[in-house]
């Protein structure tokens, strides 16, 4: 796994291809949108998926903690599928999630689908939370040439990169210097293109897109609908 | 012979007509107690012998209540029955009520049919498992005499067939005296039909009626003048031809393959039409209201030609049609017959029809066709065993219905000739998959849809079960469309919802007969204005084309592979495959013949292998993945009726390692894990069964709804149960009828040792077609993150590295920032401030 160094603000973050972020000046992880239970949030309505997400995308979290070793570990919102998610995790699945936990300082912004802090896990719940120079929200914040670097989750971001094969579409970061967009991290999270309005007015001074691959990210330009545009870079 | 009472008589000799030897041994069979299958070339009269002991019985004994069910694969097949029965029912004033149920049927007219039935329903698989899903279905269905089943060969092997089976099961509970007769177009395989449509799935049980055939059909070879196409299946070359035919005749039914070629079709013989002749357009995408205008004005007489897709090839009646024109290769004889017989609609005189190949390959399978329809030869598979997804969806039916006992209602399931070989575990996991999902792993106890009372019959939770049911009902899973709608005006029909993200505005594209330019996406349709521009794209529409049959294949080969036979070809053919002969060598009829050589900077490989497109898709996967193995580095490779292509980036030797039998396992196993097949069958089967909920076309997405994404589910239930049912069911569905694995067992079986490998210097004549055809797939998993390399690769190259958003630029930007930063007065503590809305809270 080839992690890719950024600069947000003045300070140096690394995209992991898993879909992680990684501050090593502050020993932080961040994760996005993992909406566990989101599986019986749907057999509540009456769609039975497979009951696995939450311990899938616990397992995959657990394998970046070790290798990262944070200090911290920012949940970046909708880390719960709903309100009462965290009520619903199995004995199996609340365990594990604790010892995950265990010995790291959570702090979980709070998201749309989770707008209370998750009972009976520890941590800090926050709606905004800042560190250092950087804001770390849920839903990015409009754009605005004031406002701190920040790092936001809540479009799931996905894009199609046109290869000679056709397009092939994955889960991506998007960036520019003042913002870093994350892809959804949870098992039965799907994506929103980056062309879509939502995610491509964020980004009008331009970005790149960094799709999630094996090894490492493969970064696009984001291109204006049907003209590969340039990023104008900087102010 | 029997004869017919009055008034019948009297009205079939009015009309100067003679009841037909079939339409009297149907009378015959059911006044016998027995079920019948009727099979007879369209224009035989066949709907007319469905109905007649209907007619018969309740002029004899005139009573209320439900007498007879009508069910059509088709909405409008119903609309056509119903206005062609008024006829008789009209002229020999019978006391009968004939009424519609479909989807469009209004709810008061529902209602109003539930508590007092017609004599006679016409209706469609779906409207009929909705009205066996209601609890008063016990007495609506107990006086039923009489099922008829139209067009039964295009629903049996299909999941429609398979829902309507299990429907028939249960109607023979609620009303075990009512008869069957099945109205089928002639088929290669009327055994299986009469087992299909058998109460207890023995063809045994059902009376086997067979039409003396009609004239042979007459067929035509039209060819475009000049140059033959390598490639392609659009046909257009040909247009002038084809138009001038339309001219020459009445009524010209143009048939084409895909609702694509129909466009295009439409469109150029609308650029030739200078006399202004009526020609329209009927096809699948077009907004409903359109196509039953062009219906009632084929029907009419208004119409010269109308280009058509199988949306017109079931038997509604189209008047008097004197030529059919099919465009592009029929890919089946017993479709072709099917279409050809569209044409005069009198059995005593030939058909007509004009063949229109689009290419080469296709030249020598229209000439296969006709051959095979001139010695009477159908093709056509039997139907294939029922889908559990459809099962899934009917047991929920059922219990919506009334309580059911598992035993029993196994018992009446494996009635039905589609499940006949069920077994009892895959039931019972089908019923629990029903109940709470049926996962090892039982999360689901307290949300489950189905409770066991304390004799072991299963009732449905509440009523959300059953409305939930209603909503996600049918076994057709709907690529998500979006509708297309004029600026200020009217919707013109729909198009797949991926196709308008490839749109930017100001495109053009051709549709339902004119070019429009996209405007925007606004949230429920396309806004497009009417539209200009030299180069319109043409909406295409995914899995919409046939495959080709093992019997018209094996033909084809056939006469590829002897130069005696070429007689009928046309010189350019001839000389095309002569051509072949010397380069490279013909294929053989039994063995396999492999062509290996460099292009491009790349390696093809090319498999005369004469499958059929679904079995070369997948064989593309399994040899692929051997050549992965070998370290072959196999790029991608496409799939045409006649052969598979493969490129890859080093030389294929040994070339008969590829085609060994053991693909079949070792390669299998991780073909199952990863092919893009499965997923989309797994999308289906998930849908039907009830896992996702369906999507309704034209449905308004509330805002950017996120919809739950069917691979990522299958990843999950595949690392963590792989045994479960709904992935039982995903393997089976690929295993046999749609991915052909059947099909390439045997031809693996027959090649071996026999594998011709000739390594040429460049591109053969006959390889030529599959290398400029579209639809090529490509290897996934690694390779498709090769691909994301080299594209992000070429971004950068092309950009002359100033788009390297690595370090470096991260850094150069980062300066323009600061020094804009740092220009403005310090900000930061107030900004904090205005930030951070809400204080922190403590979490636990």
């Given at each position: 796994?080839?992690?890719?160094?950024?600069?947000?603000?003045?300070?140096?973050?690394?995209?992991?291809?898993?879909?992680?972020?990684?501050?090593?000046?502050?020993?932080?992880?961040?994760?996005?949108?993992?909406?566990?239970?989101?599986?019986?949030?749907?057999?509540?309505?009456?769609?039975?998926?497979?009951?696995?997400?939450?311990?899938?995308?616990?397992?995959?979290?657990?394998?970046?903690?070790?290798?990262?070793?944070?200090?911290?570990?920012?949940?970046?919102?909708?880390?719960?599928?709903?309100?009462?998610?965290?009520?619903?995790?199995?004995?199996?699945?609340?365990?594990?999630?604790?010892?995950?936990?265990?010995?790291?300082?959570?702090?979980?912004?709070?998201?749309?689908?989770?707008?209370?802090?998750?009972?009976?896990?520890?941590?800090?719940?926050?709606?905004?939370?800042?560190?250092?120079?950087?804001?770390?929200?849920?839903?990015?914040?409009?754009?605005?040439?004031?406002?701190?670097?920040?790092?936001?989750?809540?479009?799931?971001?996905?894009?199609?990169?046109?290869?000679?094969?056709?397009?092939?579409?994955?889960?991506?970061?998007?960036?520019?210097?003042?913002?870093?967009?994350?892809?959804?991290?949870?098992?039965?999270?799907?994506?929103?293109?980056?062309?879509?309005?939502?995610?491509?007015?964020?980004?009008?001074?331009?970005?790149?897109?960094?799709?999630?691959?094996?090894?490492?990210?493969?970064?696009?330009?984001?291109?204006?609908?049907?003209?590969?545009?340039?990023?104008?870079?900087?102010? | 012979?029997?004869?017919?009472?009055?008034?019948?008589?009297?009205?079939?000799?009015?009309?100067?007509?003679?009841?037909?030897?079939?339409?009297?041994?149907?009378?015959?069979?059911?006044?016998?107690?027995?079920?019948?299958?009727?099979?007879?070339?369209?224009?035989?009269?066949?709907?007319?012998?469905?109905?007649?002991?209907?007619?018969?019985?309740?002029?004899?004994?005139?009573?209320?209540?439900?007498?007879?069910?009508?069910?059509?694969?088709?909405?409008?097949?119903?609309?056509?029955?119903?206005?062609?029965?008024?006829?008789?029912?009209?002229?020999?004033?019978?006391?009968?009520?004939?009424?519609?149920?479909?989807?469009?049927?209004?709810?008061?007219?529902?209602?109003?049919?539930?508590?007092?039935?017609?004599?006679?329903?016409?209706?469609?698989?779906?409207?009929?498992?909705?009205?066996?899903?209601?609890?008063?279905?016990?007495?609506?269905?107990?006086?039923?005499?009489?099922?008829?089943?139209?067009?039964?060969?295009?629903?049996?092997?299909?999941?429609?067939?398979?829902?309507?089976?299990?429907?028939?099961?249960?109607?023979?509970?609620?009303?075990?005296?009512?008869?069957?007769?099945?109205?089928?177009?002639?088929?290669?395989?009327?055994?299986?039909?009469?087992?299909?449509?058998?109460?207890?799935?023995?063809?045994?049980?059902?009376?086997?009626?067979?039409?003396?055939?009609?004239?042979?059909?007459?067929?035509?070879?039209?060819?475009?003048?000049?140059?033959?196409?390598?490639?392609?299946?659009?046909?257009?070359?040909?247009?002038?031809?084809?138009?001038?035919?339309?001219?020459?005749?009445?009524?010209?039914?143009?048939?084409?393959?895909?609702?694509?070629?129909?466009?295009?079709?439409?469109?150029?013989?609308?650029?030739?039409?200078?006399?202004?002749?009526?020609?329209?357009?009927?096809?699948?995408?077009?907004?409903?209201?359109?196509?039953?205008?062009?219906?009632?004005?084929?029907?009419?007489?208004?119409?010269?030609?109308?280009?058509?897709?199988?949306?017109?090839?079931?038997?509604?009646?189209?008047?008097?049609?004197?030529?059919?024109?099919?465009?592009?290769?029929?890919?089946?004889?017993?479709?072709?017959?099917?279409?050809?017989?569209?044409?005069?609609?009198?059995?005593?005189?030939?058909?007509?029809?004009?063949?229109?190949?689009?290419?080469?390959?296709?030249?020598?399978?229209?000439?296969?066709?006709?051959?095979?329809?001139?010695?009477?030869?159908?093709?056509?598979?039997?139907?294939?065993?029922?889908?559990?997804?459809?099962?899934?969806?009917?047991?929920?039916?059922?219990?919506?219905?009334?309580?059911?006992?598992?035993?029993?209602?196994?018992?009446?399931?494996?009635?039905?000739?589609?499940?006949?070989?069920?077994?009892?575990?895959?039931?019972?996991?089908?019923?629990?998959?029903?109940?709470?999902?049926?996962?090892?792993?039982?999360?689901?106890?307290?949300?489950?849809?189905?409770?066991?009372?304390?004799?072991?019959?299963?009732?449905?939770?509440?009523?959300?079960?059953?409305?939930?049911?209603?909503?996600?009902?049918?076994t057709i899973v709907e690529t998500p469309m979006i509708k297309v709608r004029m600026r200020g005006g009217g919707t013109l029909g729909e198009v797949e919802e991926w196709f308008v993200s490839t749109l930017a505005a100001g495109d053009c594209f051709l549709f339902a007969g004119q070019v429009v330019r996209y405007e925007r996406l606004d949230p429920a349709a396309v806004i497009v204005s009417p539209g200009g521009g030299d180069d319109p794209r043409v909406p295409v529409y995914a899995g919409s084309r046939m495959p080709l049959t093992t019997w018209l294949a094996a033909r084809v080969r056939a006469i590829l592979h002897d130069p005696s036979r070429w007689a009928h070809l046309p010189a350019q053919v001839q000389e095309w495959l002569k051509l072949q002969s010397l380069r490279s060598e013909l294929p053989p009829s039994d063995g396999l013949l492999i062509e290996t050589f460099p292009r491009g900077g790349r390696w093809f490989l090319v498999a005369y292998t004469f499958e059929g497109r679904l079995a070369h898709q997948t064989l593309g996967l399994l040899v692929t993945k051997r050549m992965e193995r070998l370290g072959m580095g196999p790029l991608g490779y496409v799939g045409t009726d006649y052969v598979l292509a493969i490129w890859s980036a080093f030389e294929p030797t040994g070339v008969e390692r590829l085609f060994a039998e053991d693909i079949l396992g070792d390669e299998m196993e991780e073909w199952l894990a990863e092919s893009s097949m499965l997923r989309r069958s797994f999308r289906n089967i998930a849908t039907i069964a009830g896992l996702l909920e369906k999507h309704h076309p034209g449905a308004e997405k509330s805002g950017r709804q996120m919809t739950m994404n069917a691979d990522l589910i299958y990843d999950v239930l595949r690392r963590h149960e792989p045994d479960h049912i709904l992935l039982r069911a995903t393997r089976e569905e690929a295993a046999r009828g749609l991915t052909d694995v059947a099909r390439i067992a045997s031809l693996?079986?027959?090649?071996?040792?026999?594998?011709?490998?000739?390594?040429?210097?460049?591109?053969?004549?006959?390889?030529?077609?599959?290398?400029?055809?579209?639809?090529?797939?490509?290897?996934?998993?690694?390779?498709?993150?090769?691909?994301?390399?080299?594209?992000?690769?070429?971004?950068?190259?092309?950009?002359?590295?100033?788009?390297?958003?690595?370090?470096?630029?991260?850094?150069?930007?980062?300066?323009?920032?600061?020094?804009?930063?740092?220009?403005?007065?310090?900000?930061?503590?107030?900004?904090?401030?205005?930030?951070?809305?809400?204080?922190?809270?403590?979490?636990?």
């Amino acid at each position: 796994m080839n992690a890719a160094p950024l600069h947000l603000g003045a300070e140096r973050v690394m995209l992991d291809p898993a879909g992680v972020l990684h501050w090593p000046a502050q020993k932080l992880l961040c994760v996005a949108d993992l909406h566990l239970e989101k599986a019986s949030a749907f057999a509540r309505a009456g769609y039975f998926l497979p009951p696995y997400d939450t311990r899938e995308t616990l397992a995959r979290l657990a394998l970046l903690i070790r290798r990262y070793g944070p200090k911290r570990l920012v949940f970046l919102g909708d880390s719960f599928h709903d309100a009462d998610g965290a009520a619903r995790l199995s004995p199996t699945d609340r365990a594990a999630l604790r010892q995950l936990l265990q010995g790291l300082e959570p702090i979980w912004v709070l998201g749309n689908h989770d707008p209370a802090p998750p009972c009976d896990l520890p941590g800090e719940a926050f709606v905004e939370w800042r560190q250092g120079p950087i804001s770390f929200r849920h839903i990015p914040s409009p754009f605005s040439r004031q406002a701190p670097p920040e790092i936001a989750g809540h479009l799931h971001p996905k894009a199609t990169a046109p290869t000679r094969a056709g397009g092939i579409s994955r889960p991506c970061f998007v960036a520019n210097p003042r913002r870093v967009l994350m892809p959804a991290f949870g098992a039965f999270t799907g994506g929103l293109c980056v062309t879509d309005p939502a995610i491509a007015r964020l980004f009008l001074q331009g970005g790149r897109a960094f799709l999630l691959g094996e090894e490492r990210l493969y970064s696009f330009p984001l291109a204006g609908r049907g003209h590969g545009a340039a990023p104008q870079q900087g102010a | 012979m029997r004869t017919l009472p009055e008034p019948f008589a009297g009205w079939f000799a009015a009309r100067g007509w003679q009841p037909r030897a079939h339409q009297l041994a149907v009378l015959d069979a059911v006044a016998g107690g027995e079920h019948a299958l009727l099979v007879a070339p369209t224009g035989g009269g066949k709907t007319l012998a469905g109905f007649l002991p209907t007619l018969l019985d309740l002029n004899n004994a005139p009573r209320e209540g439900l007498h007879t069910l009508y069910i059509s694969p088709l909405k409008a097949l119903a609309v056509d029955i119903a206005r062609n029965l008024m006829a008789p029912i009209g002229d020999m004033a019978l006391p009968i009520r004939v009424e519609t149920r479909t989807g469009d049927t209004p709810a008061n007219r529902r209602a109003r049919q539930r508590a007092a039935p017609p004599h006679i329903l016409l209706t469609t698989p779906e409207s009929l498992t909705l009205l066996l899903s209601q609890p008063d279905a016990a007495a609506f269905f107990a006086g039923l005499g009489s099922i008829i089943i139209d067009e039964i060969h295009a629903l049996a092997g299909t999941k429609r067939g398979d829902q309507l089976a299990l429907c028939l099961s249960r109607i023979a509970v609620l009303a075990p005296g009512a008869k069957r007769i099945g109205l089928s177009a002639t088929v290669a395989v009327p055994e299986a039909l009469r087992a299909w449509l058998a109460p207890d799935a023995q063809a045994g049980s059902v009376r086997l009626i067979t039409a003396e055939g009609g004239a042979a059909p007459v067929f035509d070879m039209q060819l475009p003048e000049g140059h033959l196409p390598w490639g392609g299946h659009m046909g257009l070359a040909s247009m002038p031809e084809v138009y001038r035919r339309i001219e020459a005749a009445r009524v010209t039914i143009v048939f084409v393959n895909t609702r694509a070629q129909a466009e295009l079709s439409f469109a150029a013989l609308w650029r030739l039409n200078e006399a202004s002749l009526p020609i329209a357009l009927h096809h699948g995408s077009l907004e409903i209201d359109q196509r039953r205008k062009v219906e009632a004005a084929m029907a009419a007489g208004k119409l010269r030609a109308v280009v058509a897709t199988a949306s017109l090839d079931l038997g509604i009646d189209w008047g008097d049609v004197d030529q059919v024109i099919q465009i592009g290769a029929p890919k089946g004889v017993a479709r072709l017959l099917q279409r050809v017989g569209r044409a005069n609609h009198r059995m005593d005189e030939p058909s007509r029809a004009v063949l229109v190949p689009a290419n080469r390959f296709e030249v020598i399978e229209c000439v296969a066709a006709v051959e095979a329809a001139a010695a009477g030869e159908l093709d056509g598979d039997p139907p294939r065993p029922g889908g559990l997804d459809v099962l899934a969806q009917h047991v929920l039916a059922m219990a919506c219905h009334a309580p059911f006992h598992p035993d029993e209602l196994y018992a009446e399931v494996i009635r039905a000739a589609p499940y006949a070989a069920l077994t009892r575990r895959d039931f019972d996991d089908v019923v629990r998959f029903v109940e709470d999902g049926g996962y090892a792993l039982a999360a689901y106890e307290r949300f489950r849809r189905l409770f066991r009372d304390s004799e072991g019959r299963l009732h449905i939770r509440d009523a959300r079960v059953a409305r939930q049911f209603r909503l996600n009902l049918g076994t057709i899973v709907e690529t998500p469309m979006i509708k297309v709608r004029m600026r200020g005006g009217g919707t013109l029909g729909e198009v797949e919802e991926w196709f308008v993200s490839t749109l930017a505005a100001g495109d053009c594209f051709l549709f339902a007969g004119q070019v429009v330019r996209y405007e925007r996406l606004d949230p429920a349709a396309v806004i497009v204005s009417p539209g200009g521009g030299d180069d319109p794209r043409v909406p295409v529409y995914a899995g919409s084309r046939m495959p080709l049959t093992t019997w018209l294949a094996a033909r084809v080969r056939a006469i590829l592979h002897d130069p005696s036979r070429w007689a009928h070809l046309p010189a350019q053919v001839q000389e095309w495959l002569k051509l072949q002969s010397l380069r490279s060598e013909l294929p053989p009829s039994d063995g396999l013949l492999i062509e290996t050589f460099p292009r491009g900077g790349r390696w093809f490989l090319v498999a005369y292998t004469f499958e059929g497109r679904l079995a070369h898709q997948t064989l593309g996967l399994l040899v692929t993945k051997r050549m992965e193995r070998l370290g072959m580095g196999p790029l991608g490779y496409v799939g045409t009726d006649y052969v598979l292509a493969i490129w890859s980036a080093f030389e294929p030797t040994g070339v008969e390692r590829l085609f060994a039998e053991d693909i079949l396992g070792d390669e299998m196993e991780e073909w199952l894990a990863e092919s893009s097949m499965l997923r989309r069958s797994f999308r289906n089967i998930a849908t039907i069964a009830g896992l996702l909920e369906k999507h309704h076309p034209g449905a308004e997405k509330s805002g950017r709804q996120m919809t739950m994404n069917a691979d990522l589910i299958y990843d999950v239930l595949r690392r963590h149960e792989p045994d479960h049912i709904l992935l039982r069911a995903t393997r089976e569905e690929a295993a046999r009828g749609l991915t052909d694995v059947a099909r390439i067992a045997s031809l693996l079986a027959r090649i071996q040792g026999r594998i011709t490998h000739r390594a040429l210097s460049r591109v053969s004549p006959l390889a030529v077609p599959a290398l400029i055809e579209e639809g090529r797939e490509w290897v996934a998993g690694g390779a498709e993150d090769a691909l994301l390399a080299e594209a992000a690769a070429l971004v950068a190259e092309a950009t002359d590295g100033a788009e390297e958003f690595g370090e470096t630029l991260a850094d150069m930007t980062d300066g323009i920032i600061t020094r804009g930063a740092s220009a403005r007065p310090k900000p930061r503590e107030a900004r904090r401030s205005r930030f951070i809305r809400s204080a922190p809270r403590r979490a636990s």
